[in-house]
């Protein structure tokens, strides 16, 4: 391969990830947060690229909710366990609520929707529902890497007297029980974003934090959209 056909192929796999609606918020995510840690909430130039990128990523979601609404009445794996189903739903039925409340504070920003006071009403509402979506995320990925755990300790005993590395079954799970890991530590971050946004230990964590935690968790985001790909290439 020559190197125009592999900077074609790099370039090829930039525009296969641009072109995902997802890939495209959540770098807008991370434009957001980064300037709200750059602002710590004072006025400014960054204060003014977090509340317009802010408003700008709700047209992003817009009719989002009906994913989270799918997976609600969608029948989960074979084998879950019933503990983790629950949580499961309960995150999409919460994560659902969120997207669609998110709709009607960008109608009222927008100043289509003209009960402002109702309108930041369901706005708080909605961030206690995101909030609850990743509390409910952290308890399925701590469950879920409990599971892999076991199996992955099955199959080092099975595999004792051979190199485990070489066995797809050990790969595939260490590779799942990672991708988990980094999820688990995106929700349990997200559960501090919310309680920044929403006010509710000012003193603790600030605007500065919130951005901080927030443009991690973004980064994090990013990174999960990546093709399979190019993230094997990273690790």
């Known amino acids: ?16 990830y641009l072109n995902k609606a997802e890939a495209r918020d959540k770098i807008c995510r991370a434009i957001q947060y980064g300037s709200k840690f750059i602002s710590n909430g004072q006025p400014g130039t960054a204060k003014t690229v977090d509340s317009t990128t802010t408003l700008a990523r709700k047209v992003f979601r817009l009719f989002k909710f009906v994913n989270d609404l799918h997976a609600l009445i969608s029948p989960s794996p074979k084998g879950t366990p019933l503990p983790i189903t629950l949580i499961g739903k309960a995150r999409n039925a919460l994560l659902s609520t969120f997207l669609f409340l998110d709709q009607i504070v960008w109608l009222g920003r927008t100043g289509i929707y003209k009960n402002k006071e109702r309108a930041e009403l369901m706005g708080r509402i909605s961030l206690f529902c995101w909030m609850g979506s990743s509390v409910c995320g952290t308890l399925v990925e701590l469950g879920e890497l409990g599971r892999l755990s076991v199996s992955i300790n099955k199959l080092e005993k099975e595999l004792k007297h051979a190199d485990k590395y070489e066995d797809e079954r050990y790969r595939n799970k260490v590779k799942q029980s990672n991708e988990r890991l980094l999820a688990l530590i995106k929700a349990s971050l997200d559960i501090v974003v919310a309680v920044g946004l929403l006010q509710l230990s000012p003193k603790k964590v600030t605007p500065r934090v919130t951005g901080a935690l927030g443009f991690v968790t973004s980064l994090i985001s990013c990174y999960q959209q990546l093709p399979t790909r190019a993230k094997d290439k990273s690790q």
């Open 1 to 16: 391969m020559t190197a125009l056909d592999a900077a074609r192929a790099e370039l090829g796999l930039v525009v296969l």
